[in-house]
């Protein structure tokens, strides 16, 4: 997992931004890069 300081973050919501991506896609590919990823609905089912 790679570590940014918020203000790298903030950049690269920026450049994100500026090349016309969706909020949505621009949060996803930070989370890519921080190895981040939400939960799939088929593990939350198998949790219950």
């Known amino acids: ?3 940014m300081t918020k ?3 903030q950049r690269f919501l920026i450049k ?4 016309g991506s ?3 896609e621009a949060y996803r ?3 890519e890069i921080l ?3 939400f939960p799939s ?3 939350k089912e ?3």
């Open 46 to 48: 198998k949790a219950e």
């Open 35 to 37: 190895g981040i990823e």
């Open 22 to 24: 969706t909020e949505i």
């Open 29 to 31: 590919n930070l989370m």
């Open 16 to 19: 994100e931004a500026q090349r």
């Open 41 to 43: 609905e088929n593990k």
């Open 1 to 3: 997992m790679e570590s």
């Open 7 to 9: 203000e790298e973050m």
